[in-house]
């Protein structure tokens, strides 16, 4: 058997575009080089890798068991390449809104400190889309708010978190220990569906205040607090997004009464087939070294 790695480059170009036609012009090839590469590769393991339907080609089970060894081979000789060349690795992550804004920019300015020549994507979202984007290897790593339970995803747990009730310090509450009653009748502001902190808020909020006078939902954490520093409403965020606020005065915290601190865990993510590679290993390195030296659960 003789695969190359051109052959894979095509595979995988074709999977990402659907089409031989636009998978050549990624490719800067031509429309027969694809094809016969794709052929030739389907005839050397002796499986069909897609259906075709008309002018589409749509990915089967054998194109789906493929494609993680594929991209792995790929980023193997990337790596080769780059040992004895000028080339700059590309390393993706992934994080959810409060992690990528407030946990992780410590790591990745370490991270860049130590190893320039290592280029570093960061994409933002909210926990649902990065656990999608780490399922379909558009990130190498993602960092989330809560468990994931995707059966192809590897997950463990990455640190605490502290959640904190808050309000505008000029709210009537603010400061105060306060009734189930009296938080249900509050006018609430709250992130999205699908974020890893709405989740947790309803898990363990929901239960006792049985229902949300929720007035806004809004997908980003800063504007949350601001939201709710200028106005009578309150919400519950993560203490590393507030910290500051509630230093200044701008924001004051109250607490629930009859619960203890509202901790939640983060994980970290990963495709249960993803290649491990040398650029990812050391990334993995500097941050547990932040996380050892720089890191409070309070904080």
């Known amino acids: 058997m003789n695969i190359t790695l051109r052959q894979l480059e095509v595979f995988l170009a074709v999977i990402d575009t659907q089409s031989t036609t636009r998978g050549a012009e990624k490719l800067s090839l031509s429309q027969s080089a694809v094809s016969s590469a794709l052929a030739d590769l389907e005839n050397q393991l002796g499986v069909q890798l897609f259906e075709r339907a008309g002018k589409r080609l749509i990915v089967n089970e054998n194109a789906r068991l493929l494609f993680p060894r594929a991209q792995a081979l790929l980023e193997q000789a990337q790596e080769l390449e780059n040992l004895f060349s000028d080339g700059r690795s590309i390393l993706k992550i992934g994080a959810s809104t409060t992690i990528g804004n407030y946990l992780l920019p410590a790591v990745i300015s370490r991270y860049r400190e130590k190893f320039p020549g290592i280029q570093l994507e960061l994409r933002v979202a909210?926990?649902?889309?990065?656990?999608?984007?780490?399922?379909?290897?558009?990130?190498?790593?993602?960092?989330?708010?809560?468990?994931?339970?995707?059966?192809?995803?590897?997950?463990?747990?990455?640190?605490?978190?502290?959640?904190?009730?808050?309000?505008?310090?000029?709210?009537?509450l603010a400061g105060k220990t306060v009734s189930a009653e009296q938080l249900a009748q509050c006018q609430w502001i709250l992130r999205e569906a699908g974020s890893g902190t709405r989740e947790v808020v309803e898990q363990l909020l929901l239960p006792q205040l049985h229902h949300f006078n929720l007035v806004m939902e809004l997908g980003n954490s800063e504007a949350i607090k601001h939201a709710v520093s200028h106005s009578q409403t309150v919400s519950c965020l993560s203490r590393a997004v507030i910290a500051e606020q509630l230093e200044s005065g701008r924001l004051a915290t109250l607490q629930l009464q009859g619960m203890n601190n509202i901790v939640r865990p983060l994980y970290l993510i990963r495709h249960k087939q993803k290649h491990l590679s040398r650029s990812l290993k050391v990334f993995l390195d500097v941050e547990q070294q932040v996380k050892q030296y720089n890191y409070s659960p309070s904080a």
């Open 126 to 172: 909210n926990s649902a889309d990065i656990a999608e984007a780490v399922a379909n290897f558009e990130v190498d790593i993602g960092f989330i708010e809560g468990p994931c339970h995707r059966m192809e995803l590897e997950s463990q747990l990455w640190r605490q978190d502290e959640l904190l009730l808050f309000c505008a310090a000029t709210h009537p």
